[in-house]
């Protein structure tokens, strides 16, 4: 069965975007906010492998699986600065945080 | 005679670093043997060289300034006139050095002098040896820095310091015109060197000449201290009295009359350079000899009259008797010298006091001082029959033999200063060495200064760092080279007057015959016999004359009234102790407004226009910078909703655009 | 023979390479001096040797007329680029001059850097690596890579081991030389670009874009790009206030390196790039260039007398000297320009001389304030031995070495405008008025605070004697550097090699 692109992009934009309210509504915990920045790659990343099918072109998988290997690392640098900031500071609240204020 | 010259310039300068770099850690008897050593060595060289002399050579030695077809070899050209020149550079310094043993002989600081006295020869002969213009530049320039460093060689004082800062920069404008005739005549004709400029007379567009010859005559002013450049000269009297001698009497002085003798193949085709030349020389005459009768320190009254004299000189130079103020030059090196050291020998004897109104009763004490000195003067005053008077009495025919008005009034000008010469000069003897020496200073050498109403005044007193055994009333004793270091100068200042007898005793004069094939030198209109005569016989008088109202005012019972009376002071005496107020005029015109404006330029200029405009430029950027800032909340918020809100107008952008 | 040994590459990147190597003696300041010591005169002996065997190499007849060795290879060949460095009269004197500033900013550091000293060697050298760049390449891109490469340590020198209000200065001598020199690249871009308009060929090589027909407002705006980046450098007033500052706050080392080198790139620049490449646009400005120089050289002069700090009074003595090395370049004549070359060696003794000088005075006192001294002479003789010379120097005693330079500067300038060669001339005088007030006030007179001074030891005398070798040698036998630059300057004026 052949899924047209169309619907692949619908599931794409559905994903994002719960990706990103969660990122916005969730603030109080990094760890979630981390998940849900993996919801919104996950969604470019189907987008890319859709995009990939749909034109028979192997560089959105390419793409993919880079994406793949960056998010890993990504994630274990951020868990990793997130235990840091916790044990400093004893919370992962964002709002609690304004040294980067300009 | 490529070797001659080489030793003649290579010895002093070899002397010079020797002193430099170890005369400080050897004795000092190493020192002073080296010093003079290699000073009569070259003056040896000299007289071989004068023996082995048949006509004019160029002896290079290697390339220096090389660039294109500007080309200024190290190369030296021995005329007549060099030669000369470097025989009495080396023979008068020689005896300086000599006499400079003595008188620094409880100075710390030998080496130093030694050094710096003899580099000093060696750069003097550089100036008269070399045979383009930029090495005579670098003698020109190396003299100044000795004098610089010499003048202020008690560097202690703050007046010595200054004394030699300001000879340096003062004589450093007039060579700044000398460099722009140097270039401005390599432009002309694409050489430097003086042999070819001076054929090169002619080709050149006689107004382009008479500029040179004014740049020339500004250069020559600032060395020889011709009006207006002359105020750097009393205050250079700071120096050790030796160095006065060698530097500032017999030798750098006349290095600008040198330089006109030199290039006046040139520059006196011009009319008017040749006018503006005499002029000068005759107006500085007159006023330097205003200034010295009015002076109250022994040595200014000396410095006065070399500026006087150096006039002269000039003059003769403006007149064309070129062979005049080249014998001038070289009596008035011998007597002025011996004058110096004369003086430096009664001024150490009273422990370096210089206020002639302080002095008296010399003669009986100082007798092996008092009659060389009288001999100098005999010549400075132009005493018949001495050196002095048949050399200035050649430059005074040369000028009238020009004629016309001009000349006739400068004739008219020198004569009046012969007579003030005589005057002064006298007035200096008869109070220093005549007379008895008038209540004693205060230990400490205080009190001074008390007639002379004016800063100049203060300056008269001149210690040495060192201190001085000070015993009131008693003389020290002079080491025996100073005064025996008098006698030859008092000879050849006597005598001087053999080397240039005037041609109407039936015979041309040595210098005549020897000098006369130089370019230059063998023109000029030569006065008639029957009025040279005349004309020496009015000089005559007035320096009897002149001698004659000294005796009357400074000797016997009038003494004591004249000099009440002038240390009171005399109505316009102030203005003749400062000369002629110039160091008044160009404080007020030049160097007041140098600081304002030097200040102005940092504070107002560097400071506040230029960089206060950057820095609030920098400071407006700054707050522009500002005005976004303030969405940086630094919370993880604000960012998240922006982007948001990013992404949503992207968003609606795009629906927008792909809605039909 | 000598071209495959690839001498240029070596003489750029050597520094570089010794500064990796510092990585292991991070930790060891004795051994990071050894090892920089050693990379500095090994790149000084390569100079040198290359300074004997110029010569031998000229009769090679290497690649480029005038030339002594060429090295080429394609770089980025998508926009043309290529990895062009060149060694010509010209660039010897310049190499040889920055070999040994770094050797001399080396000897005086020694001891005065205490911290950091891995780091401050590493810059140091890094910096050696872009100084050499600027005056070996060949291709526009190249030169700007350098040009920018040697901006970045001494932006670093200046801020960590600087004095004073060092953030401040070195900011404001990055911003000011970064603003130029990035109208300089915009240049260099627009003028390749033109090049590959008309003839097809991209290319960034210094003489395929020489031969580059320019329209004369376009030339005119592209000189006046490079020349504003160059000006900035020399620098020209009214683009020298950077100067003072970064002097003044500078660590020694960086003040003899500012004072030596990065001026010079300036000159350089504008001798190498900034005449040939737009020499209509040049000549029409030259004016403009005669006015900023002389106005430079009157106006720093003043200053320099009012000023109270000793290093900004050398600050500004070196606006007024590098004053005559523009007008000996804007005269475009082989005199004037042989001096101005000429000028530039001898700037960089001397004024570098001087800078070391105060700062061991600095060292020793903790003040560099005119008024703290006073009768120097008698405490520290050798010390004022040393200053007299050099300041003597300074002041174009002839005979030393400052005088070659600016007498031929004048003489050659006085061919093409009297008036400006004449009123330069009076800028010798207000050298010689602000010089000597200095040396009076500091060496001369009385001790004014009482300082603990001791005199030179032995490697600052050692360094100081070399100094002052170079400032006699340079002054009385100058006929040896005259000859090599002789050959550049016969083309750069348009001779024929």
Redesign the interface.
Known sequence: MIVPLEHILLLDGLLFFLG?GG??AW?ANLIM?LVCIEVMLNAVMLAFVGGSARWGSADGQLFAIFIMALTSAEVSLALAMVVYLHRRRKTVD??Q?????? | MKLYLAFILLLPLMGGIFN?LLG?TLPRRVGEVVACGVIWSAFACAVLAFAGFNGPVRVEF?????????QAPIALYLDQLSLSLTLMITFVCGLIHLYSVGYMQDDPAHARYFALLNIFVFAMLVLVLAENL?LL??G???VG?CS??LI?FW????QN??A??KA??TT??GD?AF??A???M??LSGSVSITHLNTMGTLIPAAVVTTLGLLLLAGASGKSAQLPLSVWLPDAMAGPTPVSAQIHAATMVTAGVYLLARMFPLIGGSGTVRAAIALTGGITAFYAATCACCQRDLKRILAYSTISQIGYMVLGVGAGALTGAAFHLLTHAFFKALLFLGAGCAITALHHRQDIFRMGGLRAKLPAVYWPFLAGALCLAGFPLTGGFFSKDAILAGVAAQGGPLYGGLLLLGLITAFLTSFYTFRMVFVVFHGEQKNPLPPGGGGLGRGGSDNSAANILHPPPHPLPSREGEHLELPKIMTLALVPLALLGLCGGMLNLPSYLGHQGILDGFLGSIPGFGGGEKASQGGEIVLQIVAAILSLTGLGLAWFRYTGSRRAEALAREEAGLPGAGFLLNGWRLDNLYGALIINP??Y???F???Q??EAG??GA?DGL?RFIARLGGLP??W??????TS??GL?GG?CVVLAYLVWVTLP | MMADLHLLTVLVFFPLAGCLLMLPAWKCPAAARSLALGVMSGELLLALWLYASWQGLAALKPALPGYLLVEDAPWISAFGIRYTLGLDGLSLLMVMLTAFSFCIALAVSWRAVGEKVGLFLALLLAMETGIMGVFLALDLALFYLFWEVMLIPMFFLIGIWGHGRRIYSTV?FF?FTMFGSLLMLLAIIALHLLHARQSGVTTFGLFELIATPLPAGTQLWLFAAFFLAFAIKFPLF?LH?WL?DAHTDAPTAGSVILAGLLLKTGSYGLIRFGYPLFPQAAQTLTPLIYTLAIAGII?AS??A???EDMKRLIAYSSIGHMGYVAIGIAAWE??AL??SIIQMANHGVTTGALFAMVGMLDERAHTREIGAFG?L??KI?LWS?FF?IFS?ASVG???LNN??GE??V???T??KA?LA??LA??G??LT??YM??LV?EV????ERRPLPLADLDRREICVLAVLALLVVWMG????PL??LI?GP??LLTGGVP
């Open positions: 990103m990122l916005l603030r906010m964002t709002d945080f304004s040294e980067m204020k300009g | 430099a400080r290697g390339s220096w300034l090389a660039a294109f077809e500007f930029p530049y670098l020109w320039e190396g820095f610089y460093a202020g560097y202690t004082e703050e310091a200054t030699g800062r340096f920069i450093r404008i700044t460099g722009i140097i270039v401005w390599y432009q140098f600081k404006v030097a200040r330029f940092w504070k200029g560097d230029i960089d950057l920098a800032a303030g940086c909340t630094g919370r993880v918020a998240l909703f948001a992404v | 404001k911003l009214p206030t003072p106006y003043l200053v007398f009012a000023q082989p005199v042989s001096g009768g002479w008698g003789p031995f007299l003597m005693l002839p005979g005088f070659v007498f031929l004048l003489a050659g006085f061919t009297p060669a004449g001339f009076v010798i005088v010689l008025v000597v007030r009076q060496v001369f007179q009385v009385v036998h100058p006929a005259l000859e002789h300057v016969r």
